[in-house]
């Protein structure tokens, strides 16, 4: 008996690694098919909007050069003025005006958004102070050491401070391999950090807010802060060995598209917060960036059920979908 029991362990064990390895083997098929398909329709569609630059491509290789001759070509001080100091102008502007809302409640434009409603409303300033202290800590002390390796391997690539700009078709080709890379990088390792011990020790911090506002996005312990935030977001560009200029460009459209997906509004026509919000409603659902692998993976199984999985989508509208689509009343006892 004891025998047929551990035949069983051991065929029930092979057969999860089994599904394990085809949900790994499919979604990189996945991944890859659809890279395929959006590097063709870029090739297409792209052409047209590759016309519209080319028009106002004078003035912009004109302000890159004039950018270029004031740091007198000197590459790390250009890399830390476009990998640096502009993603982090484009974080705290953000957050500034989100912070200014969810502190004061005020202006209705934005807090008639909310998607918790009674959460954050105004916000805990105390957590808010941590937050931000923690916030930037990591900007500081975590992320901008980690750009010195960066540097050198830019360096390496030699493309990084090219006096002539990308074009603007390259530009999305590359911005479809980053957000590729992002999403494999920061599933597997948000996954990672859920783990029990790894989760008490390291990600705990994080889920300190069950209804996250949009500093709270780089609100982490320092080893998560490394792994899930900011080496997803770097490692596209090293691999592709991009201009300065759209790693600029990247580093800010990532960090306020993650600011978006836990600053707790639905704001009409930004991308959808409440695939993220939900993770930090349930904590084992929801892992990803862009939800593929969360499909692929069924770790989204409970959010597809609810009526924030409705919610997901872009608001054409200026009715807030807590509104249109409102949570199903509690049957009373």
């Known amino acids: 008996m004891k025998t047929d029991s551990g035949y069983s362990t051991m065929a029930a064990q092979q057969k999860k690694e089994e599904k394990l390895w085809d949900a790994v083997k499919t979604s990189a098929m996945v991944l890859g098919t659809g890279l395929l398909i959006f590097t063709a329709f870029v090739n297409s569609a792209s052409w047209y909007v590759q016309k519209i630059w080319e028009t106002s491509g004078n003035f912009w290789q004109t302000a890159w050069l004039n950018l270029y001759n004031l740091f007198e070509g000197n590459e790390w001080s250009l890399f830390l003025f476009g990998a640096a100091l502009v993603p982090a102008l484009a974080f705290w502007c953000f957050n500034g005006i989100l912070m200014v809302a969810d502190v004061t409640g005020k202006p209705t434009f934005i807090t008639r958004y909310r998607i918790q409603l009674g959460k954050n409303d105004p916000v805990d300033t105390k957590k808010l102070r941590q937050a931000i202290y923690t916030a930037l800590f990591n900007q500081f002390f975590i992320s901008l050491p980690m750009l010195v390796p960066m540097f050198h391997v830019m360096k390496w690539w030699g493309n990084t401070f090219s006096e002539e700009l990308p074009t ?89 598209t993650t600011s978006i997906s836990h600053c707790g509004y639905h704001l009409p026509f930004l991308p959808s917060p409440e695939f993220h919000d939900f993770h930090h409603l349930k904590f084992n659902q929801c892992y990803g960036v862009l939800g593929v692998l969360d499909y692929l993976h069924g770790t989204d199984t409970v959010f597809r059920q609810t009526k924030a999985y409705e919610r997901h989508r872009v608001l054409l509208s200026l009715t807030p979908l807590s509104e249109s689509i409102p949570e199903t009343p509690k049957r009373a006892e």
């Open 168 to 256: 603007f078709q390259w530009f999305l080709v590359e911005l479809s391999i980053f957000t590729v890379t992002e999403e494999i990088l920061f599933y597997y390792s948000h996954r990672l950090v859920h783990l029990p011990l790894l989760y008490k020790h390291i990600h705990k911090k994080h889920h300190e807010w069950t209804a996250p506002i949009g500093v709270v996005s780089i609100y982490a312990h320092p080893l998560e802060h490394i792994l899930s935030n900011t080496l997803p977001v770097m490692t596209g560009p090293m691999i592709m060995g991009s201009h300065i200029v759209s790693i600029a460009a990247w580093f800010s459209l990532a960090l306020v």
